[in-house]
């Protein structure tokens, strides 16, 4: 394979052609991917630069990025890790395991968690979920004339608080956050006013909103890092608690 020569793909998209640049040469010989996609603009690719998305277990060991998306026609919610791996770590294990709670229970939820690796993942990969675009990733742009009757979303913040935000109604939030008190440790402060909370997860452009079909049933759940790598399970079945009795 050499530069500027068609790179084929198995995708179906007949009209679609990725080409190779100097930086992916050894990447696409060296690999098997699954499949390759350029994101439009995204960070250290505004330069012109074209990352290939790698299935997980390459991107992982490469320190590059994937995504991961399990969706169904017939949905009412979308579950949401827009910085997984190492972006703001855990996350995405806690939007599959709400993922696997929901199905238990007879739901078939939408879930998209876009992975990123590396020990500067965060500085390379994170974008603030105000500025995500449907356009920018391969798996999510397949959800983009998609709306959801409720969005969930997790991440991470340094606040020292659990943070249940989103533009959803305080009473739902409210309930959130009894549950969370309720199985988290008692040294873990959990809030849900906005007025309390730095990352509100309210404005309108805010992926997890922007995925609703109102625009305004969206939930951010915000842990601290301490919640994440512990208790990221307890965090999962607290939301479901809640979720089950409004779907």
């Avoid at 995204?42 to 290939?52: A, M």
């Avoid at 390379?124 to 009757?149: C, G, I, K, P």
């Avoid at 109604?169 to 969370?180: K, T």
Wanted: negative net charge; charged residues 25%.
């Amino acid at each position: 394979m050499a530069l500027n020569e068609p790179v084929p793909t198995n995708d179906g998209l007949d009209d679609v052609t990725y080409w190779v640049t100097a930086t992916t040469l050894f990447m696409l010989s060296a690999l098997h991917l699954r499949r390759v996609a350029f994101p439009s603009c995204f960070c250290r690719f505004c330069n012109g630069e074209k990352l290939l998305y790698m299935n997980f277990t390459d991107a992982w060991r490469h320190d590059e990025t994937t995504e991961t998306l399990w969706t169904t026609p017939e949905t009412d919610v979308a579950i949401l890790a827009p910085h997984a791996g190492d972006i703001e770590f855990n996350t995405e294990f806690a939007a599959g395991q709400l993922h696997k709670l929901l199905r238990k229970e007879g739901y078939q939820p939408t879930t998209w968690m876009y992975h990123g690796f590396g020990e500067n993942a965060f500085d390379e990969y994170h974008v603030s979920s105000n500025y995500l675009e449907f356009t920018q990733f391969n798996e999510l742009s397949r959800l983009q004339d998609r709306r959801f009757r409720f969005g969930i979303s997790f991440h991470i913040h340094e606040e020292g608080y659990v943070g249940v935000g989103g533009r959803i109604d305080e009473a739902v939030r409210s309930e959130v956050a009894d549950r969370l008190t309720e199985r988290l440790p008692n040294s873990k402060e959990v809030r849900y006013r906005h007025g309390e909370m730095k990352n509100k997860g309210r404005k309108e452009s805010n992926i997890v909103n922007r995925i609703t079909e109102s625009g305004d049933d969206g939930l951010q759940i915000e842990m601290t890092p301490k919640t994440s790598y512990n208790y990221w399970k307890r965090v999962a079945r607290s939301v479901r608690d809640v979720y089950v009795g409004l779907l």
